[in-house]
């Protein structure tokens, strides 16, 4: 039971590169969620996904896309990369028992944009 | 959404109990109350969630007061390893904030 798995661990785009952050859980929860975490600051939610083919805004939405593949996989694309971009990118998966959310992070994917 | 409010950081010693305060004026009825743990360069991890009263498990204790605009976290006996950042989130849905936490600062 690997849990929150994401690739890659790392890395360093130029700016206007494209690139999709992967992550996967096995946990069969139905929610899945990405978080961005800049130094020194909370997590701030960029998109989430409450089911399979459903996806929905989080509080930093702009310059980035979300696939809900299956169950399983919750991909994030950036299009055109910016150093604004520049953070630590977290995924995440929960089970809802009657309003009860409990997140299960991935180790994260420190990415540089250039 | 319900905004909450921590201390930004506290510093303890080894073995003293920890108590961090979050404040949550306008939670809503349904809202439960979750904090998670964040070591550098590490995701956040689960601790103790509640709704009302006390929540104990093997790793802390959370109270609650009826009118449920705050919340304590307890950490019994903290020790180096505690050293860490501790979010509070109150919500009942997939679009949770995190703020910015508490960071503690366990001291030898």
């Known amino acids: 039971n690997a849990g929150v798995t994401q690739t890659p661990k790392f890395q360093v785009l130029k700016t206007g590169q494209s690139m999709t952050l992967q992550c996967a859980q096995d946990m069969n929860h139905n929610s899945m969620y990405w978080y961005r975490q800049d130094p020194g600051m909370g997590l701030r939610l960029i998109y989430y996904s409450a089911s399979e083919g459903t996806t929905d805004k989080g509080e930093v939405p702009n310059g980035y896309n979300v696939s809900r593949l299956n169950k399983r996989e919750f991909s994030l694309r950036l299009e055109s990369a910016a150093p604004s971009q520049t953070s630590v990118y977290f995924c995440?998966?929960?089970?809802?028992?009657?309003?009860?959310?409990?997140?299960?992070f991935g180790p994260g994917t420190r990415l540089t944009v250039l | 959404l319900a905004k909450t409010t921590q201390p930004i950081s506290m510093d303890s010693y080894e073995g003293q109990e920890v108590n961090i305060t979050c404040s949550h004026n306008?939670?809503?009825?349904?809202?439960?109350i979750t904090w998670y743990q964040q070591f550098p360069s590490q995701g956040p991890r689960f601790i103790i969630q509640g709704y009302k009263t006390k929540v104990t498990n093997e790793v802390a204790s959370l109270f609650i007061p009826a009118d449920r605009k705050s919340s304590t976290l307890s950490l019994p006996r903290v020790s180096l390893s505690d050293t860490a950042v501790y979010y509070c989130?109150?919500?009942?849905?997939?679009?949770?904030?995190f703020g910015a936490g508490t960071r503690l600062t366990v001291k030898p």
């Open positions: 995440a998966s929960s089970e809802a028992l009657q309003g009860r959310y409990t997140q299960y």
């Open positions: 306008n939670i809503a009825t349904n809202d439960y």
């Open positions: 989130l109150v919500g009942d849905n997939n679009d949770m904030r």
